[in-house]
């Protein structure tokens, strides 16, 4: 094909008009190369955004290149490709458009597609290689701007930083909504979603499966292609040296990976619940097994990349759901079965008595929750009055190695002894509680002990131990310190800081306060009496973690019932 423009060096990059003139008359060779294949003074224009975008579609109309195109929501792009565009009518240098995986791919995790960007990014930029613009699409067919949409944006944002400018923000799938719609929700981006990003640069575009269409969205970067800039993300890891854990995109992925543990924690959560009503036939029965265990097994991904990123709740995470794992491998076919008593009356000789005490909203009904399953209400941050009011019994059928088999463990929840509300006094409770253990052994009932649930962002943790002294002097029990809602608050330092306290002094030794004098001369900050405390100490006392998982919950009563706890 002849024509009459003559190839340009890129010094003179083509305006719009130069484009849409040169464009059909054009000749244009493209093919597929490695993905470090580019040099500092070619074209280069990633694309990014959510799977099934259009990503790959948008790059095999502009270059008539044939690359694989997934279909629906599942993930085609599963590592860096790279198509490499001569177009010497329009611009002397080769263009190469790198194709990166949605931060939701199917065929990998988030930190896997953060990992490969961010190698692929810092590589090219120790090479003095900086890209000439950035694609970001956007189908605008989805009815929603929540879930995917945000994860990707927000990841793309931190990735980028404020100061990168040469980006086009480009909606696509415009044949699935009608006009009107597609207007509407095109506005909405603009004056809410990507208004910072607009305000500081970036255009916005339509891509409309045509090859005209494809160059009128990368226009821009080819308008402004000498003004190369760094990302945030090269920024942070190559001239500051970051590792990745720390960049502003990767503190973004660690709060990502910790919504997911909660959610599919919260599915779990459902999932028990099913399985514990009366009129669950087998097949229903047996895909809420399916489901539970695909659940688990997404749990673990997400703690394997918790623990990659050094993620504090990562290790533990991992020790709780090995915990879980080796449980449901050994019993697989044990169900739970929870249910609420009325009174202790309802035991028998084969059960497991263990009291679940603390302060109030420190966590004892999740950990109920979580262990037995049953729908007990659980508080809130915002939600100052307490949850228990009154002693909840809770028995269900637990699969765990140290407790035998037909064995039930029974769960009793003792409102917060510092309640504000009108409920029964201190004194009243270490009566309830004392009366159902007296009971309990009378009947031959096995009473394990007590779990001393404690909120580890709690800076005064003595307040309460008064209260448990008192008890253990009427019945002596086993006791074991169960800290509960790390990373609820404040930083991980200060929650390692507080565990550290009670490790070293307060909890395990009961020989000093925070303000140095002797245990029982104090106020009620005070443990109590010292010897007392070490009779508790010495009787097998020990601290462990709960990661508001299940199977951390299950390690806990397990580790509760060991003859060496």
């Known amino acids: 094909m002849t024509n009459t423009c003559e190839s340009r060096p890129l010094s003179e990059t083509p305006s719009r008009a130069d484009t849409a003139r040169t464009l059909p008359e054009a000749d244009s060779n493209a093919e597929a190369v490695a993905a470090d294949a580019v040099s500092e003074n070619d074209i280069i224009i990633a694309v990014m955004g ?53 931060f939701d791919a199917t065929n990998k995790s988030d930190l896997e597609v953060l990992g490969q960007i961010s190698d692929w990014l810092n590589n090219t930029y120790q090479k003095n290689i900086k890209l000439s613009g950035l694609l970001y699409f956007h189908r605008i067919s989805d ?51 990507w208004k910072a990003l607009i305000d500081r640069g970036s255009h916005t575009a339509r891509f409309l499966q045509t090859k005209e ?104 995470l991992t020790r709780a759901l090995t915990s879980g794992l080796r449980l449901l491998k050994q019993y697989p076919e044990s169900g739970y079965h929870a249910r609420a008593l009325k009174k202790l009356t309802e035991l028998s000789k084969n059960d497991t008595v263990i009291f679940v005490m603390g302060l109030t909203r420190c966590g004892k009904s999740t950990f109920i929750r979580r262990a037995s399953g049953y729908p007990l209400e659980t508080g809130s941050e915002s939600r100052l009055d307490p949850v228990t009011k009154s002693v909840k019994i809770i028995k269900f059928d637990a699969s765990l190695p140290n407790l035998g088999l037909d064995k039930s463990v029974v769960l009793v929840e003792v409102p917060g002894f510092d309640s504000p509300d009108k409920g029964p006094s201190d004194g009243e409770l270490i009566k309830i509680i004392g009366g159902m253990m007296k009971e309990a052994g009378q009947r031959g009932v096995t009473v394990q002990g007590v779990l001393w649930i404690h909120d580890i962002t709690n800076n005064h943790p003595y307040k309460g131990f008064r209260t448990l002294v008192d008890l253990y002097k009427i019945h002596l029990f086993s006791v074991l310190l169960v800290t509960t809602r790390w990373g609820a608050s404040g930083t991980a330092s200060e929650s390692e800081g507080n565990e550290k306290a009670l490790i070293e002094s307060r909890w395990l030794n009961g020989v000093t306060s925070t303000a140095g004098r002797p245990v029982g001369k104090e106020d009620d900050d005070a443990t109590g009496d010292a010897s007392t405390w070490k009779r508790i100490v010495q009787g097998g006392t020990n601290i462990t973690r709960f990661d508001m998982t299940r199977a951390s919950a299950l390690s806990v009563l397990d580790r509760f019932m060991a003859p060496n706890k």
Request: glycine content about 6%; proline content about 3%; aromatic content about 6%.
């Open 213 to 316: 269409s494809a160059f009128e969205v990368i226009a821009p970067i080819l308008a402004e292609v000498s003004k190369r800039e760094t990302l945030l993300l090269q920024k942070e890891i190559t001239d500051l040296g970051f590792v990745l854990r720390e960049t502003s995109a990767g503190r973004e992925l660690c709060s990502r990976l910790d919504h997911l543990v909660q959610k599919r924690q919260k599915e779990l959560d459902q999932l028990l619940v099913e399985s514990n009503k009366g009129t669950v036939d087998g097949d229903k029965m047996a895909r809420l097994k399916n489901d539970y265990k695909d659940t688990m097994s997404k749990l673990k991904v997400l703690s394997s990349d918790m623990k990659a990123m050094k993620v504090p709740m990562g290790e533990r």
């Open 50 to 102: 959510p799977t099934g975008s259009g990503k790959t579609t948008f790059i095999n109309i502009a270059t008539d290149y044939d690359s694989p195109v997934g279909h629906g929501l599942q993930s085609c792009t599963s590592d860096i490709n790279v198509v490499k565009l001569s177009f010497p009518e329009l611009v002397s240098a080769d263009i190469y458009f790198v194709d990166t995986p949605g």
């Open 143 to 193: 009815n929603a701007l929540g879930g995917t949409f945000t994860k990707n944006f927000k990841m793309f944002d931190k990735l980028v930083g404020n100061h990168f400018k040469n980006i086009v923000l480009t909606t696509t799938m415009w044949d699935d909504v009608d006009e009107a719609t597609g207007v509407e929700r095109e506005t909405t981006l603009k004056d809410e979603f």
